[in-house]
């Protein structure tokens, strides 16, 4: 049972330092300006002083909850990494993964955002909350991966765990197979993982076919859609409702996770699926209407990849702060001045976007099991006829 009483319907906690900044790879993808200009935007729409939400600075997770996920020797190696300039291992400075001062600290702050955001909800302290700056959701237990050091959706879900959380979903929707968190769980029944990611046949990290389905004695609790490059709004939300909510409906979460990487987007410059900023939105919303039917509103929303900056990232996580804390925000609101100003500032030349819409038209025929199949469909039944009857579903039967 979930501990605590009962918050207000929009009581949501939003776990935000400028702190979180600091984790910062240098001349790199992963840039912490997405994160500035995402709460710059959230905060010049009003976004985050609606009623009943709580604005909460992290503090860092200890080496205890770290070590729930991460090998010591790999902390130790985080620690050292910064201070030897001959150090090599660990998945650390390499491109991906470069080492950089305070790197301990930062990465373990994000944690720790992640980590509050879990506990708040659990405990009953939020109905929902997000913790945009985390979602690094490729660190392994003892390595460094795609740009993630310590894995912070990982570590929020091993303290859920530890608090007494008997199933935790975690449905994760970044253009990337979401590898760190279903290894570190892939033997767990508590925990179910779910993946909405590009085809690893073309994507990094190569990871995420269907047939990878859970380890002994959790048969059934990592489900993967891999999805053509070239998957648009219309058919990622249709597949998306062609598996997801089934094998949620069937696990019976007490608690959602989700991370909500913005990099499935098509002017993303490290991926090819073609996702608008509208068709996001509507991915956030179904999570938001799932965590409400499932898991009386338990929801804890994460950030994750997203490396179209100032085009992308701030839209879609401003609009999934909004999904969060109450109302969505209407597609054809403007951007503010001041924040179209900010983002020039931090990124001259850049595109500046608008409105909050990209026009993307976000209606889908539901799935069917009949008629001639593109790929999607054919992803899809690839995932339907590995995972369901693991969860007692008809993979043929569209109901389910």
């Known amino acids: 049972m979930v501990s605590g009483g009962t918050p207000d319907r929009w009581d949501t906690l939003v776990v935000w330092d400028e702190g979180l900044l600091s984790y910062d790879l240098g001349d790199h993808p992963l840039d912490p300006v997405r994160v500035e200009l995402t709460m710059a935007l959230a905060r010049d729409l009003g976004v985050l002083d609606r009623p009943g939400v709580t604005v909460v600075a992290p503090k860092p997770a200890d080496d205890a909850a770290l070590t729930r996920v991460h090998r010591p020797d790999y902390l130790h190696a985080v620690r050292a990494a910064p201070h030897d300039p001959f150090f090599s291992g660990y998945g650390l400075g390499t491109s991906d993964n470069p080492v950089f001062e305070g790197m301990h600290e930062s990465s373990a702050l994000i944690a720790g955002a992640t980590l509050a955001a879990a506990e708040a909800v659990w405990l009953g302290r939020a109905r929902r909350a997000v913790s945009v700056a985390g979602g690094l959701h490729h660190a392994m237990p003892g390595r460094a991966a795609g740009f993630c050091v310590y894995n912070d959706p990982a570590v929020a879900i091993a303290r859920l765990l530890d608090l007494g959380a008997e199933r935790v979903a975690y449905v994760d929707i970044d253009v990337h197979h979401g590898d760190g968190v279903q290894e570190i769980f892939y033997r767990d029944p508590r925990v179910l993982t779910v993946s909405v990611h590009e085809t690893p046949l073309a994507l990094f990290p190569g990871t995420g076919f269907p047939d990878e389905t859970g380890g002994p004695g959790a048969e059934g609790s990592a489900v993967n859609l891999a999805l053509p490059p070239g998957t648009g709004d219309a058919a990622w939300l249709r597949a998306f409702h062609a598996v997801v909510p089934s094998v949620l409906r069937a696990f019976r979460p007490q608690i959602l996770v989700s991370q909500c990487g913005a990099d499935s987007h098509r002017a993303d410059p490290l991926a090819d699926l073609r996702l608008s900023v509208d068709g996001q ?57 001041s924040w179209r100003t900010l983002a020039l500032t931090r990124r001259p030349g850049s595109d500046v976007p608008i409105r909050m819409t990209d026009d993307g038209d976000v209606r889908f025929e539901p799935w069917q099991p009949t008629g001639e199949p593109d790929a999607v469909d054919r992803a899809v039944m690839a995932t339907r006829r590995a995972v369901f009857p693991l969860h007692g579903l008809d993979p043929h039967d569209p109901r389910d």
Do not use: F, K, N
């Open 281 to 337: 939105r509507a991915a956030q919303l179904a999570m938001r209407s799932l965590a409400d039917e499932l898991c009386e509103g338990r929801w804890v929303a994460t950030g994750g990849g997203g490396y179209a900056l100032v085009e992308v990232v701030p839209r879609a996580w401003t609009h999934l702060l909004a999904a969060a804390t109450g109302e969505p925000i209407d597609p054809a609101t403007l951007t503010p001045a």
